[in-house]
């Protein structure tokens, strides 16, 4: 038979038969020889052992789309990154790595601002001014008060979506609006330090209805750097292309090089100053990372 794993816990992948059931299922000992391992979002083939209890055995892994290293996912055909847009405050430079590291592995994004309630319509516009032209889609809405959430289910109605973001920003509570059925723990923030408790211990993937399929994954603090090079971390900042042409040098990454059409834009506000003062600090950390 062939499904996708929803969950991987204990040395166990669970299969959706994409119907009804769902497997508990070990990997043959073909994918440790290989040195592959099955990820949540995997399309495979299992064997039934036990119809009765449910097992199976994981027998091939089917041909991948894509797949992410962090989180270990595949098959996403666009990721959901949520932020809130107050309590916590948005940390603008986690953000815009996420971007980076998406654009790099060429996978569509829908930027959330949950908690619109706590803030006002004049923050709303800002947040989307901000990454109008940075390539992604970009939405504020309320999850409390059911506020957008029509509009979020025609952007993951039939597709495979992995949700991401720090924790707090009320992902466990988007996905449990979602699907109720994932009864998961909303948690709560922190007085003390402003963030969420992590509430996700591991990715997994859930049934929406046919073919949509929602993937929530462990909040996460910090990221690397999803690029091999400054040319590179450049491309990966689709707001740049209008002014590349402006640039004296074909080869200018827009850092300490004169008559540069991406620093004019940041000086006349075309381009926001938040999205190039995050460029700067991870090519900063690119060009410390080469040294070593």
């Given at each position: 038979m062939e499904g996708t794993i929803i969950r991987g816990v204990g040395g166990f992948y669970y299969v959706h038969d994409r119907v009804s059931r769902v497997y508990a299922c070990r990997a043959v000992g073909i994918f440790r020889n290989r040195g592959e391992k099955p990820l949540v979002g995997d399309e495979v083939r299992f064997e039934i052992l036990d119809e009765t209890d449910l097992e199976g055995s994981?027998?091939?892994?089917?041909?991948?789309?894509?797949?992410?290293?962090?989180?270990?996912?595949?098959?996403?055909?666009?990721?959901?990154?949520?932020?809130?847009?107050?309590?916590?405050?948005?940390?603008?430079?986690?953000?815009?790595?996420?971007?980076?590291?998406m654009h790099r592995w060429e996978v569509p994004v829908i930027l959330i601002f949950n908690k619109a309630d706590l803030s006002d319509e004049e923050e709303q516009q800002r947040v989307q001014e901000i990454y109008r032209n940075a390539g992604c889609q970009v939405h504020c809405l309320s999850v409390s008060e059911g506020r957008g959430m029509e509009e979020l289910h025609r952007l993951l109605h039939g597709?495979?979506?992995?949700?991401?973001?720090?924790?707090?920003?009320?992902?466990?509570?988007?996905?449990?609006?979602?699907?109720?059925?994932?009864?998961?723990?909303?948690?709560?923030?922190?007085?003390?330090?402003?963030?969420?408790?992590?509430?996700?211990?591991?990715?997994?993937?859930?049934?929406?209805?046919?073919?949509?399929?929602?993937?929530?994954?462990?909040?996460?603090?910090?990221?690397?750097?999803?690029?091999?090079?400054?040319?590179?971390?450049?491309?990966?900042y689709p707001e740049f292309d209008a002014y590349r042409e402006e640039c004296r040098f074909l080869d200018c990454v827009h850092l300490g090089e004169p008559e540069c059409g991406v620093k004019d834009a940041v000086r006349e506000g075309k381009i926001p100053r938040i999205r190039y003062e995050n460029y700067c600090q991870m090519a900063e950390e690119l060009r410390n990372r080469r040294k070593y």
């Open positions: 994981v027998t091939e892994i089917l041909p991948r789309r894509n797949a992410l290293i962090r989180p270990a996912v595949a098959n996403i055909d666009q990721a959901m990154l949520v932020f809130a847009l107050q309590k916590p405050a948005p940390n603008w430079n986690l953000l815009d790595r996420f971007l980076v590291m597709r495979t979506t992995v949700l991401a973001g720090p924790s707090g920003v009320g992902k466990s509570s988007l996905l449990n609006t979602l699907c109720p059925d994932a009864a998961m723990a909303t948690g709560e923030i922190s007085k003390k330090i402003g963030r969420g408790r992590h509430t996700t211990r591991h990715s997994e993937l859930f049934f929406l209805e046919e073919d949509t399929f929602l993937m929530d994954t462990p909040g996460f603090t910090s990221l690397n750097i999803f690029a091999e090079d400054l040319t590179e971390l450049a491309s990966c």
